[in-house]
């Protein structure tokens, strides 16, 4: 009895022994994108690993001590600062694999054209993604023309996107894409260094749109 109790012990800690390491192997910390269309494709897939809840960057303790000395971010993902739209949880990853630049309603200006020529002149980025999102705080702040201090000229720079539709869902929703066209227009006219690096095919600009209800990233090809 106690010899069968003994190999039954041994047999589990052996199948525990074998998921660790099955776990350890599944998880990694640096992506390597050599072009731009291999970080879209990470992007897009680690956003199907949080929808499928199979995230694999999650070790955030090891993930400080491997970039403690560097990081080779491949994308930056310029989002809004909802508190719903995390760019490192939704895409799966982690800390030191993108930058992340945040405000409502995914604007862009000086700041953040300094920011997005850094990442990918003087960085590792290959992908500028500008996503917008459903239920937007901003763009609904420039549907129902709110007016209040520092919010008012936010919201005005979204109302030359707006959209009006049958519900104010829907328009929501298209104006929130539309500001996202918007968006990567202006950073194309205002910055010669992204727009070089873009018509060398260095880097891609692309649109993006996050669905709140669902947790989904869809690439917004008619924006691209």
Do not use: W
């Not at 690993?49 to 694999?56: A, T």
């Not at 201090?149 to 720079?157: D, R």
Request: proline content about 2%.
């Amino acid at each position: 009895m106690i010899k069968i109790s003994f190999l039954l012990l041994s047999i589990i800690l052996f199948i525990s022994s074998c998921s660790r390491d099955v776990d350890t192997t599944e998880k990694f910390h640096e992506i390597i994108s050599h072009t731009p269309q291999e970080s879209i494709n990470e992007l897009l897939a680690g956003n199907k690993r949080f929808l499928n809840d199979k995230l694999i960057n999650i070790n955030h303790l090891e993930q400080i001590e491997l970039t403690k000395h560097g990081h080779k971010p491949h994308a930056v993902i310029l989002s809004c600062m909802d508190s719903r739209v995390p760019p490192e949880i939704i895409f799966d990853q982690g800390i030191g694999n993108i930058f992340v630049i945040r405000n409502a309603g995914n604007l862009e200006d000086q700041n953040v054209l300094g920011s997005l020529e850094y990442t990918v002149h003087k960085s590792t980025a290959k992908v500028i993604m500008v996503m917008g999102h459903s239920h937007c705080g901003a763009v609904t702040g420039a549907l129902d023309d709110i007016k209040h201090g520092h919010l008012s000229q936010l919201v005005e720079q979204i109302k030359p996107s707006i959209q009006n539709h049958d519900t104010k869902k829907k328009s929501v929703i298209e104006t929130a894409k539309q500001s996202v066209h918007f968006t990567i227009k202006d950073i194309l006219q205002r910055s010669k260094t992204i727009r070089d690096l873009v018509q060398q095919k260095k880097i891609e600009l692309v649109g993006a749109f996050y669905d709140v209800e669902t947790g989904e990233v869809k690439i917004l090809e008619e924006y691209k």
